[in-house]
């Protein structure tokens, strides 16, 4: 490893449509966000130990420090995250015999977002490692968390995109002229997103009807020319996600009064949701301020779009 330092960026992620039926193949709507990752790779201060520690705008959220040549953990302030970190290491070392972890080295990273969000600290940090590694980020993603890979996507993308499992991510524009009307409110409740995945990877059925109804969805939700036409789509989404799951919708448990339309995103329960109104900004933070959600984004604040 060179003494000169090497820094990497990776994009957080949103998935827009098709929540579990992208596990099946199904067309998403991913949103590659204005926040994300970054990791600095230096070489080490002590010999045979690779240094590894995570901080957010609050300071260090996590620690851990790996023996050479085996990567035996020696410290971590969270075994799981170490054991997952150390699965990544071993596997990169594999999928690349000539990259190779010696000496000792200094890693550090950033995430410039609260890491219960949701936005990705764990696909942003697949993303970086391939990078510096020089492997396929995707093959990479299987291999430790088996999910369909659109973070992943999401990380390197310049904008939102159509994503289908296995297949060439497609640029889309979703330039809507209704996007002041479009907030991402955090649920207040984070997500396993890999022990969901494993659950219904495990119980979840789909038919190829579903899949096909889901990207029809992802189409016309990317066409919408109207808030009114928007709208449609999230619940006729939300209505086929509940069905799927057999739970009810969000705005019908949380927000049956809200003046507009809500959809969840990500893993049911938890995360962020996408509201879609046309009351003013105002309204909008007190309605859900009363109900004690603070954390919520204007599209135009959180989407990333450079193209």
Avoid at 261 to 267: C, P, V
Wanted: aromatic content about 12%; charged content about 20%.
């Amino acid at each position: 490893m060179p003494d000169d330092k090497h820094t990497y960026h990776a994009n957080g992620k949103l998935l827009l449509t098709a929540e579990y039926f992208v596990l099946h193949g199904a067309k998403a709507i991913a949103l590659p966000l204005q926040y994300g990752q970054q990791m600095e790779v230096a070489a080490g201060s002590r010999q045979q130990v690779v240094s590894w520690k995570a901080f957010m705008n609050e300071g260090l959220w996590f620690s851990c420090d790996f023996k050479l040549p085996d990567l035996r953990i020696v410290h971590s302030s969270d075994t799981e995250k170490a054991l997952i970190l150390q699965d990544a290491l071993k596997a990169v070392v594999e999928m690349n015999p000539q990259f190779e972890l010696n000496g000792g080295l200094d890693i550090y990273t950033k995430i410039d977002f609260h890491s219960q969000w949701g936005f990705g600290s764990s696909s942003t940090m697949i993303a970086n490692l391939a990078s510096w590694a020089g492997v396929d980020p995707f093959e990479l993603n299987e291999k430790i968390f088996h999910g369909s890979g659109f973070d992943i996507a999401c990380a390197s993308a310049d904008g939102p995109i159509f994503y289908q499992k296995n297949k060439k991510p497609e640029p889309v524009d979703l330039d809507y002229p209704f996007l002041d009307q479009l907030y991402f409110v955090y649920s207040g409740a984070k997500k396993n997103t890999r022990s969901e995945v494993r659950r219904f990877l495990k119980h979840g059925a789909v038919s190829a009807a579903q899949v096909d109804e889901i990207n029809a969805i992802s189409e016309r939700m990317s066409q919408s020319k109207t808030l009114i036409d928007f709208q449609q789509s999230l619940v006729a989404h939300e209505q086929l996600v509940s069905k799927l799951l057999k739970v009810p919708t969000v705005k019908s448990t949380y927000f049956v009064d809200f003046n507009g339309e809500i959809k969840s995103l990500g893993a049911w329960g938890g995360d962020f949701y996408l509201a879609a109104t046309a009351m003013d900004k105002k309204n909008v933070l007190q309605y859900f301020g009363e109900k004690g959600l603070q954390v919520i984004f204007p599209w135009k604040a959180l989407v990333l779009n450079n193209r």
